[in-house]
């Protein structure tokens, strides 16, 4: 994993970078170019885009935030990548005011869907900004996971909110609008057009061991990682991730 996402960060990234990284790699050796092209959408400071920007992809990041995508310009020229990322201001509902449509490789999604007023819509309009066989990496807030936080604080009433609002809320202060199940993900990919190539369940435990334990026991972090990783891909754990990881794939020109 790159450094820019270690030690603490790489609990919150690592599952989701390990796939994201493969994948990048499978799309590499399909179109036979080194460079892909790439839209990370919400993409921040960078968390993502500048790694991938390392590897030797084109990075298109479309951000809300002036002060997110200035800390991206600095990020990506302090790593030395300026010349292969580029970030624009928009949002997912305008994102073909800003970006092309049918002009990437692969389209990461991360942290926005739980944010728009149409999820659905959203997914739509990541999708149509993929090439045939395209990727799309979207990443987005658990049901689960919420449901299981309230509970261990003692917010059982919240809990219990949380479980039966059709939007995965635990009351009127909570800040996020829209949380899902893995079903409820695969399902928005599915239903704008792609195949679910894989589920992972993100922040598993991350969000629950103290962090002074991970902290300060010699191999803890490691150990943490090792365990994500191992339980990401097994189903009974995608119900209590804090994130949900699904990966779509674009059917070919032929196909669609």
């Known amino acids: 994993m790159s450094d820019t996402l270690r030690p603490r960060a ?15 790699e499978r799309r590499v050796k399909a179109t036979g170019r080194p460079a892909l092209d790439v839209l990370d959408t919400g993409g921040g400071s960078g968390n993502f885009a500048v790694p991938v920007a390392r590897l030797g992809h084109r990075v298109t990041v479309v951000d809300p935030s002036p002060n997110a995508l200035f800390a991206l310009e600095r990020r990506a020229a302090e790593a030395d990548v300026a010349d292969r990322v580029r970030g624009v201001q928009g949002d997912a509902h305008g994102l073909f005011d800003v970006a092309e449509r049918g002009g990437y490789d692969v389209v990461l999604c991360h942290g926005v869907l739980e944010y728009v007023e149409d999820p659905a819509e959203g997914v739509r309009n990541t999708v149509a900004a993929l090439r045939p066989e395209g990727v799309l990496s979207l990443l987005a807030a658990g049901l689960g996971g919420a449901v299981l936080s309230r509970a261990l604080a003692g917010h059982f009433k919240e809990a219990r909110q949380a479980l039966d609002d059709p939007n995965g809320r635990w009351g009127t202060g909570d800040p996020v609008p829209h949380r899902f199940t893995a079903d409820q993900l695969s399902g928005l990919v599915e239903g704008a057009g792609l195949r679910v190539g894989a589920v992972h369940g993100v922040r598993v435990f991350a969000d629950l061991v103290p962090g002074g334990l991970v902290d300060t026991e010699p191999g803890a972090l490691d150990a943490l990682l090792k365990l994500e990783a191992a339980a990401a891909e097994i189903a009974a754990f995608h119900s209590v991730a804090t994130q949900l990881h699904v990966l779509g794939e674009a059917p070919g020109a032929e196909e669609a």
């Open 10 to 24: 790489a609990l919150r990234t690592a599952v989701v970078w390990e796939v994201l990284q493969d994948a990048l």
